[in-house]
């Protein structure tokens, strides 16, 4: 989600599904951060896992992004009010820590504020490095599975 509304949401996960062309380094800070095991661990060493791979990619695209996480993030609860902000460059996470939110904010971030756009990068990208969470998603997914 940006501040702004966007109409041009993806009605549904196989409209988006495609073969997309992603940076080696970007796979391989994926890897790494598949390694760490984003899901393990509590709160605190969970966002510094993020932090990593947030650093890896602000490097690798060149860009000063911010992240910053929600107090509500300690809530685990529904990550749809996460965003990116345009204006500060800042991605912040609501709700709980979601590695596919988080993705979805990078799209933003790299490709503006298109949310077909945002998605098509985030999705395959999850679906790339993580497969079996990619299908379980799959399988559950129901309304606005992309976001946030
Ligand atoms: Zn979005």
Known sequence: MTSDA????????????????YRK????ALKRFK??????GDLDSRITKFCKLHLSLCEIYGIDVKFRCHPSILENSHSGQSNYNPISRTITLHGRLSVLTFLHEWGHALKGRSEREAC????????????NN???????????FLSG
């Open 6 to 21: 966007v109409t041009d949401y993806p009605s549904s996960l196989e409209e988006i599904i495609d073969d997309v062309n």
């Open 25 to 28: 380094e970007t796979i391989n």
């Open 35 to 40: 390694r760490l095991n984003p899901w393990k």
């Open 120 to 131: 098509r990068w985030s999705v395959n990208l999850f679906r790339r490095v993580f497969p």
């Open 134 to 144: 990619f299908e379980r998603l799959r399988n559950n997914a129901r309304g606005h």
